[in-house]
């Protein structure tokens, strides 16, 4: 469907603006835009030029880059006053030359003197001073670890600048000031937002380069429309664009209007693969370019051995800078009463995921996924305690069996505690639902069993299950597992300060989480991706648990 938008100009009606700007004649320009139009008549290409140029849009574009040009053009009174001289002593060297009277030369002087007169009347009294088109004072808006990469980017530096942190850091609020800031200053350029899941661009990227924009007080130049996830400046048609990488080769699809991209910014670098997908993604953003600023913006996985952690490493032992923040480094008031009173309770209560989530400290050692599981015994008696019971379940068939897990969440320490389990292959919706009411039915105040009547929160994967469940009395319901995705609700699972699950009642998922291990390269490098296949339970688990993965993310819940 096309675009309803009236005030974006088409790639022919740009092309014929800058021509025009140029100083191309309106017929030159027309054909130089529209190159079908050569075999007209001129006086058919000159109404048609004509009613092009008396749109409102296309006038004020064409203003714009009229405006931009007189701005580079700027002459000052000692030019004038130079050029004055010059022409004055060719004058003289003319007249001794070939004996001209100064009659002759008398009218070539005046004009030349009336003219240079008007124009010094015009101009302002001093020379304007040099500087930059986009002025800011950066300084109010960026934390102190962020000042060395802006003045490198505000230096000319082209190439990757790697920024890493933990949360309320304030590292993507800088990118995304820097982008805004780039796109001011270099009006012939765009730039491109990049986040590993097209699902996280708009609550999260997208978001914050709109704050950008507003923080700088520029909201009235540019046109910001969620449903595109293209941001324009105005002025200019310079394009802002969010692409997820769910598939990085559909980033060589990316197409600007004029120019190209010389800033981009991969948010959340730690959820790409490796370095090997990274370097496919730039190889495609940066052909025909100048050079391109390349901002990575991340919180390092837990594991020593991903490959970022790696990435990190490598680049401080070879002498590049690796810009790294915590909360600490903010202005407490920029956070909020609330998010430092999370972090102190945090670090009171789990001072290992404290370093992980609030400073950004690695606390992994190997390719292990979860290395906050302990595996112990759970008594009927915490059972019979528990209060804010967590159910989920994976949809399977063959050879990917139907799985359900039983958990007990305890807000207060961050704490999950797996009970129960079930699972088989090859069983109907009807069977899952006979299965999941018995797993649901337990003694019910009385000493009698009862079915409680508990959310199961399901794969969305199988809407029919669903459906077919609740017509048998379960509460089966979609996770939503879209938002916040497989790898963040894993994260969830990780930054538990305590992962209790039983062996005996749960060998199953189990088995899957002294397993489950990173990927690797053939060479060993250690991705941050978890192989999706042998992992029903966990899988079940991630569902039962995703409203507080959400929240913990920032989500707004599920419908």
Known sequence: ?????????????????????KGATQRAAYRAAYP??????????????CRLEATGKVS??????QEAAARAATVTRAEIIDAQGLLLRKGREAVERHSLADK???????????ASDRLMEWLPDEAPEEGAAFCRDFALLLAPPFLEPHRMIADGHRGDIWLAGGRGSTKSSFCSLEVVKYIESHPDQHAVV?????????????????????ALGLEDGYDMPESTLRITRRSTGQKIIFRGCDNANKIKSIKVPFGYVGCAWFEEADQFAGMAEIRKVTQSLTRGGEGCVRLYSFNPPRSARCWVNAEMERREAAGLPVFRSTYLDVPPEWLGGQFIEDAESLKAADGRAYRHEYLGEPVGIGTEVFDNVVFRAITDDEVAQFERLRFGQDFGWYPDPWAVTGSEWRPGGRTLLTFCEDGANKLTPDGQAERVRALLTWDGGDGLPAYHHLPVLSDDADPTAIAVQRDHGVNARAAGKGKPGRMASYRFLQSLSEWVIDP??????????????????PDGEVLNEIPDGN??????TRYATMDEARRARGYRKAA
């Open 1 to 21: 469907m096309g675009s309803n938008r009236t005030d974006i100009l088409t790639p022919a009606q740009e092309a014929y603006a800058r021509e025009r700007a």
């Open 36 to 49: 079908g139009s050569a075999k007209w008549k001129d006086s058919a290409v000159d109404s048609a030029a």
């Open 60 to 65: 004020a574009r064409l203003g714009a880059l």
């Open 104 to 114: 002759e030369m008398a009218p070539a002087v005046k004009a030349l003197a009336d």
């Open 194 to 214: 990049l986040m590993k899941r097209k699902a996280d661009l708009r609550d999260a990227a997208y978001a914050q380069v709109v704050w950008a924009i507003r």
């Open 504 to 521: 005996e009642r749960c060998p199953r998922l189990a088995a899957e989480v002294r397993a489950l291990e990173y990927a690797q390269t």
């Open 535 to 540: 992992d029903h339970w966990v899988d079940a």
